[in-house]
Each structure stands twice: as C-alpha cells, then as structure tokens.
C-alpha cells in the first residue's frame, strides 16, 4: 500500500500572528497531515515597492484591485518566526519545509537544514532559481500551474543539470479557488511518464473530491492549505480547507490508498470460499444409466460444486455409466 505524501500548506492563514500559525501547526498535526509548509519571502525579496500599473493585480482574481507590495506585506511570513516554527512542528512529529522564493531565502532555509524544497506554480520559469535551489540536494516538489509543457521540461532539467534527480511534479490549476472542470488530472498521469518523475497535486478547488481522484489516479503528494477558521479571513482564506475537513480528506485518502493495494490476481481464502457461488453443470432431470447427456438435462446453473461450464459442449452427448439423479453435480465419474 503506497502512502501519499499530504503537506498542509499554512501560507498567508495566520495573519501576521505567531500564536495563530503555532496554533494552525497543531491542528495539522491533529488532521494527520505528514507535513506543514510555510512560505520564505518578504515583500522585498518578492517584488517592489511600486505604485505604477504593472504592480496592480488586475488578472481576474481574489486579489483583484490590490498592489502587489501592499498584498504580500500582509501574506508574507516572518522570517523571525521560521525557526520557532519548525521547532513546533518537529516536535509534534512533523515535516516541516518551505517554498524560498529568491536565493536569500533557500539560503536562510539551507541554514535551517529544510529537508525538502517547493517551487511555486508562478516560480516555475525562474530557472535560476530552481537552479539554485535543486543545487542544495535536497527533494524538489515544483507546481506547474502556470506553465507549458516546454517550461515543465526546462524547469526539470534545471533540477537534473545540477544533479538533483528527486522530482515531483504537482499538476495545479493557477485559481483561487480552482474548479473542479479545471482539474485536469489525467495530465498528472501524463506527467509521470512524461518527464520520468513523481507527480502529484497542489488542489486549490473546494472540499476534496479532486485530491481523493489524484490519489486513486497515483498522486504521491497532496498539498491543500489549511486555515485554522475561515473567519479570521485573510489573502487565502476563501481556498483553504478548515482542520476538521482537512482530517476528514486525511481519512479518506487513506482509504483510498488501501483500495488501490497493489496488482495481485491471487485469490483470497475468502474469494475461494465464494467461487461455491459460482456457475457450474448440474444435472437438471433425472438421467438413467446409458441415456445420453444432453441440453435438457445438463446445465450451467450456481452453485459451483460441477464440472466448470467451460466444459459443457464436450459433456453434451456422452453416455450416462450410472443412473444420475436430478441436482447432482456433473463430474468425470459419471459418464463417457
């Protein structure tokens, strides 16, 4: 039985509050979620602080009308915080990791010995950064959100250029919230033999029915962000999953996982006492010693206890060495 790889992703849900991030760790943990993910970056290291219209978000989204500057001052998580975050969360037994978004922050990571590194859906084409970041060694999940198939290449081949070849790829729909039309999962499968890596799903839709498909399609990871209660609201809040749904989609993937098992045409003790219910040839009318076995007095019925109905052409038409009586299972011994 395989075991999806369920990160819990934190982002921007704790509103600039330490105690509500610690708190939202916890109720991870509680879910049973293996890992929690922040988010490494200031509005400096991000973008700049300007006012002109190339930094107004005016694509269609939740954040629609918002500078970018101003956006991420109020998502972005304090870097003094990083440490006493992972502390918690490795105590609690926890994988604890982060998406760095330029070099200074896979450098501040490195230094907290991450163990595992995301590239997020709009970082995908800064090669130099994924460059940079495969580099250290350590696996690399990247979302595809936002990117071609000729990007996808080149951002794997970033990773495989610097020798890195632990890869995961996660189909993601780039809106917030996606829908499930936009899904798309068979190019999750598609992307495993593709570009020869891992895949999964960074899921940004409502409720769970998208990553529990992922998993029962072969996702090794699930991510899907979590928020302590919607009410405190927040850049993220509208797509993030609430801790008691969250446990509930842990639950359920895991069933799914023990549904899928493995290839097997092996028979178990139960199914070999069930094949009692399967169809078998029967004499269906009494038959006396030296009448001929025939279409009214042999048939295919359940249960399972004669000869398998495979055999019952050549049967029709063999001589009765004894007389046979109506419900008696057809075997070898009685007739020629």
């Known amino acids: 039985m395989k075991n999806t790889f369920i990160i819990a992703e934190l982002s921007a849900n704790h509103n600039q509050d330490i105690n509500i991030a610690l708190k939202t760790i916890k109720a991870i943990k509680e879910a049973g979620a293996d890992a929690a993910k922040i988010q490494t970056y200031t509005p400096d290291t991000i973008t700049i602080d300007c006012k002109n219209e190339y930094f107004q ?5 939740i954040w629609d009308g918002q500078n970018l500057y101003e956006l991420y ?13 992972r502390d918690y969360a490795e105590s609690l037994g926890l994988v604890f990791f982060s998406t760095p978004f330029d070099f200074t922050a896979a450098d501040l990571l490195e230094k907290m010995n991450c163990p595992i590194y995301k590239i997020a859906s709009f970082e995908i084409t ?3 950064l994924i460059e940079y970041t495969a580099s250290k060694g350590k696996p690399m999940i990247i979302s595809t959100g936002i990117a071609e198939k000729s990007e996808i290449f080149e951002a794997v081949e970033a990773c495989r250029k610097v020798g890195n070849n632990d890869i995961t790829l996660l189909k993601c729909t780039s809106s917030y919230p996606a829908t499930i039309e936009q899904a798309n999962l068979m190019t999750m499968v598609d992307m495993r033999q593709t570009f020869g890596v891992k895949v999964g799903l960074s899921d940004h839709t409502i409720g769970f029915e998208v990553s529990l498909a992922a998993v029962a399609l072969g996702a090794e990871v699930i991510e899907k962000h979590i928020i302590i209660d919607k009410s405190i609201g927040g850049p993220d809040a509208s797509f993030s999953m609430e801790p008691e749904d969250f446990k509930e989609m842990v639950r359920l993937i895991r069933n799914v996982e023990k549904s899928t098992g493995i290839v097997s045409y092996d028979l178990t003790e139960k199914d070999k006492k069930n094949r009692e219910f399967a169809r078998s040839l029967f004499v269906v009318k009494d038959i006396r010693k030296g009448e001929k076995l025939t279409a009214e007095n042999v048939r295919s019925i359940r249960p399972g206890y004669g000869l398998a109905p495979k055999y019952y052409y050549q049967v029709l038409g063999k001589i009765a060495i004894k007389d046979i009586e109506k419900g008696t299972p057809l075997s070898l011994g009685l007739f020629e």
């Open 126 to 128: 800064d090669i130099p």
């Open 57 to 61: 978000i005016k694509q269609g989204t």
């Open 73 to 85: 001052k109020k998502a972005y998580t304090p870097w003094e915080w990083h440490e006493e975050l």
